[in-house]
């Protein structure tokens, strides 16, 4: 089967610097994305990995290391609004055909 | 910018009614895609649609629910006899490659 893991909850500081893991179990690895979601709202994209190392977009980065089925996002300079559920997602494909598994979210909460 | 729109916002059915949520994507994104989310739990693919077509679909998918692009440009989920735990909220999504937008989404209510 294809599953995915992150932690349940973390806490930092305005200010701090965050990393949120995600481990992954699947076939047809072919990317690994990485979508905020804040409480009442749709997912949005963060980033995209198909390729091992770090991608950075601004404040944010993720990174993909394919031989150990493990990616991270990295949160710089956290700011309140921040305060977010951060999901980890397995792209795969089969046959030229996708399907997207998601993580079971990470609840970043960010304090004054 | 564009943007995925779904409507309607909010269905409230009844146990056993046929319900149609219906999507718009982002008009150049060849892929599309439904979610469901239960409260306060994970993003769920039910199904992912291309070059109209049913190109992948989860466990969950099952003969209850049947999706199409009637027009072009719309995109519905059809869910027959609805049951309780159908009760969530359902995103479409488009993307072209990868890159997922998704709608605000349909917050369904079975009763």
């Known amino acids: 089967g294809q599953s995915l893991e992150q932690p349940s909850e973390v806490t930092a500081v305005e200010g701090a610097i965050v990393q949120i893991n995600c481990t992954y179990q699947t076939s047809g690895f072919y990317g690994l994305s990485w979508y905020q979601q804040h409480d009442g709202g749709a997912p949005t994209f963060l980033s995209y990995?198909?390729?091992?190392g770090l991608e950075e977009t601004g404040r944010f980065s993720s990174f993909l290391s394919r031989s150990d089925s493990y990616g991270y996002l990295l949160l710089q300079e956290l700011q309140m609004k921040d305060s977010a559920s951060y999901f980890c997602a397995v792209r795969s494909s089969f046959s030229g055909t996708y399907k997207y598994i998601f993580g079971t979210g990470t609840r970043l909460k960010v304090l004054a | 910018e564009p943007e995925v729109t779904q409507t309607p916002s909010h269905q409230v059915t009844q146990m056993g009614q046929e319900v149609i949520l219906r999507c718009v994507p982002i008009?150049?994104?060849?892929?599309f895609y439904w979610y469901r989310q239960i409260l306060g739990q994970k993003v769920e693919f039910l199904v992912s649609f291309y070059n109209n077509e049913i190109s992948e679909k989860s466990e969950i998918f099952d003969d209850q629910f049947s999706v199409e692009r009637p027009d072009g440009s719309n995109f519905t989920l059809k869910i027959r006899s609805t049951k309780l735990e159908d009760s969530a909220m359902y995103f479409c999504?488009?993307?072209?490659?990868?890159?997922?937008?998704f709608g605000p989404g349909t917050r369904l209510t079975v009763t």
């Open positions: 008009s150049n994104h060849l892929y």
């Open positions: 990995n198909a390729l091992d």
């Open positions: 999504a488009s993307s072209y490659p990868y890159e997922q937008y």
